[in-house]
């Protein structure tokens, strides 16, 4: 059974935007701290060039991040995430008009000072339950808001993760919180059940086995599984030794459903997507 051939429509820009194959989403972390390319863009130049790979690579979009939000880490001051973003922003727009650019925040300033720059997306971990007011951003702009599932917060969610029942509790959570999101008025929304985000290992591929049940929601699905310590962890290596593992499991997140790769290698998952295509024509 074809999970993919619901078209999700976004709007972008003021303009529709079909998802009518699966797209790349390719990270831009501006972080010296993130769990596998922290610290490797530290300057202007080395952020442009990374942008024009991985644009040359067929990314669909560019997600910038200025906060890393991997396990154990602390939470940067607002004032500091701003700072990141300001001295790297405003050169990426003028760069590169035409690309779409979406901001990872939870922060609603963050998140009004990058769209009001000229970013499209919201990518907010905590879906709205920890700055309320980033919806009231989305709405203002319009904007493509994507609401993520975290169980606790960066600093703790991995400490020891506990569901009764994983599925039906991100389904109620995600029932909750797109009852607020949606009467706020906001209607272009992407889900994304937080591979990682205070999960255990086997929670991770229990969500990613029955990602399809998800589709209830009738919005498209984004999964951010790129070299994650559910691949390495399990493969007893290293996030830098985990791209097979991650375009493994790109594959069967295609086949369940998803319809947006948050990815770290661009050109590896728009393979994957080519592939995936080929074989749905099968």
Same mark, same amino acid.
């Given at each position: 059974m074809n999970l993919n051939k619901k078209v999700h429509s976004l709007n972008i820009?003021?303009?529709l935007w079909s998802i009518d194959q699966p797209k790349v989403m390719g990270i831009l972390n501006l972080t010296p701290d993130s769990f596998y390319d922290g610290g490797q863009?530290? !300057?202007?130049?080395?952020?442009l060039k990374h942008i024009e790979n991985m644009l040359l690579d067929n990314a669909d979009i560019i997600d910038i991040g200025a906060m890393s939000s991997r396990p154990f880490s602390q939470e940067l001051s607002e004032k500091e995430e701003l700072f990141r973003l300001r001295g790297a922003l405003s050169d990426i727009i003028k760069e590169f008009p035409q690309t779409i650019f979406s901001i990872d925040t939870y922060r609603s300033t963050v998140a009004n000072y990058a769209l009001d720059?000229?970013?499209s997306i919201i990518n907010d971990i905590t879906a709205g339950t920890k700055d309320e007011h980033i919806l009231d951003v989305a709405k203002k702009f319009n904007a493509t808001y994507i609401a993520m599932h975290?169980?606790?917060s960066p600093v703790n969610m991995q400490d020891n993760p506990n569901y009764e029942n994983i599925i039906t509790e991100i389904l109620y959570f995600f029932s909750q919180q797109l009852h607020i999101i949606q009467k706020i008025g906001i209607s272009d929304i992407i889900l994304d059940v937080g591979f990682g985000f205070g999960k255990t290992m086997s929670d991770n591929y229990k969500l990613l086995k029955?990602?399809?049940i998800f589709q209830e929601f009738d919005c498209p699905i984004l999964v951010g599984l790129s070299r994650k310590s559910m691949i390495y962890k399990c493969l007893d !290596?290293?996030?830098q030794e985990a791209l097979n593992g991650t375009s493994a499991l790109h594959f069967e997140a295609l086949r369940n459903g998803a319809k947006i790769l948050r990815v770290h290698d661009v050109k590896e998952a728009v393979e994957v997507v080519k592939l995936y295509r080929e074989y749905e024509k099968a």
């Open positions: 820009k003021g303009k863009l530290l !300057s202007q130049k080395a952020i720059q000229g970013v975290m169980k606790g029955h990602l399809a !290596s290293t996030p």
